[in-house]
């Protein structure tokens, strides 16, 4: 598989920081081609830029629909070649143009074992909840949020006295080995999907 990533983000980016680092240590064998953010405030940008890597905004609210807007992000991802894109933290749903672009091969990263808590906030989802564990989820892509056929997922138990914060801490570090080691699965191929399945042979 294409080893190119393009990495699709919109704040913090500490995801697209631990793809980086996985890539500094060899643990990730990928090059990150490209970083686009839909927000020019996003501060994973400087993660980018720092590292050497391109990273563009392609803010949403100046494209006359959502169609175009997916379409110019899929432009830009084709244009330096992407084999892989990886949504990290990106708060946008993907439309058909980038899905038709890049059919199975849009990774994103959840905070939570799907199908349990998608969509925001997942682990205040998790501890209104009440569970006793929640976890990461490694996925592709669909046209439905959080719902794609799951590549791995790891889990984090909830303590007593977790608070959303301390949860999501610890959820994050996790989300932070989970992604790189993902990323790695998928790039070295030989799996298929059948029906919701992401089968490794
Ligand atoms: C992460 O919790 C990720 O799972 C979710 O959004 C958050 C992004 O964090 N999709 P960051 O921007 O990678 O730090």
Same mark, same amino acid.
């Given at each position: 598989?294409?080893?190119?990533? *393009?990495?699709?983000?919109?704040?913090?980016?500490?995801?697209?920081?631990?793809?980086?680092?996985?890539?500094?240590?060899?643990?990730?064998?990928?090059?990150?081609?490209?970083?686009?953010?839909?927000?020019?405030?996003?501060?994973?940008? *400087?993660?980018?830029?720092?590292?050497?890597?391109?990273?563009?905004?392609?803010?949403?609210? =100046?494209?006359?629909?959502?169609?175009?807007?997916?379409?110019?992000?899929?432009?830009?991802?084709?244009?330096?070649?992407?084999?892989?894109?990886?949504?990290?933290?990106?708060?946008?749903?993907?439309?058909?143009?980038?899905?038709?672009?890049?059919?199975?091969?849009?990774?994103?990263?959840?905070?939570?074992?799907?199908?349990?808590?998608?969509?925001?906030?997942?682990?205040?989802?998790?501890?209104?909840?009440?569970?006793?564990?929640?976890?990461?989820?490694?996925?592709?892509?669909?046209? =439905?949020?959080?719902?794609?056929?799951?590549?791995?997922?790891?889990?984090?138990?909830?303590?007593?006295?977790?608070?959303?914060?301390?949860?999501?801490?610890?959820?994050?570090?996790?989300?932070?080995?989970?992604?790189? =080691?993902?990323?790695?699965?998928?790039?070295?191929?030989?799996?298929?999907?059948?029906?919701?399945?992401?089968?490794?042979?």
């Amino acid at each position: 598989m294409n080893r190119r990533l *393009g990495v699709l983000i919109s704040g913090r980016g500490s995801n697209l920081q631990a793809l980086v680092d996985a890539i500094g240590d060899r643990r990730l064998d990928a090059t990150i081609a490209v970083v686009i953010s839909n927000r020019a405030d996003a501060h994973g940008l *400087g993660h980018a830029r720092r590292a050497g890597i391109e990273a563009l905004c392609l803010d949403h609210r =100046e494209a006359r629909s959502r169609d175009e807007h997916d379409r110019s992000v899929a432009r830009e991802l084709q244009d330096r070649d992407v084999g892989l894109v990886c949504l990290a933290g990106y708060m946008r749903l993907v439309g058909a143009p980038l899905l038709k672009a890049f059919p199975d091969a849009i990774l994103n990263i959840h905070p939570s074992l799907l199908p349990a808590f998608p969509g925001i906030d997942a682990p205040r989802q998790a501890l209104g909840h009440g569970v006793k564990v929640t976890g990461v989820t490694v996925h592709f892509v669909t046209a =439905e949020l959080d719902n794609g056929p799951i590549v791995i997922q790891r889990t984090v138990p909830v303590m007593r006295d977790d608070t959303p914060d301390t949860l999501s801490a610890r959820i994050l570090a996790e989300e932070h080995r989970a992604y790189a =080691e993902a990323v790695a699965t998928v790039l070295d191929g030989g799996w298929r999907i059948e029906g919701r399945r992401f089968i490794v042979p």
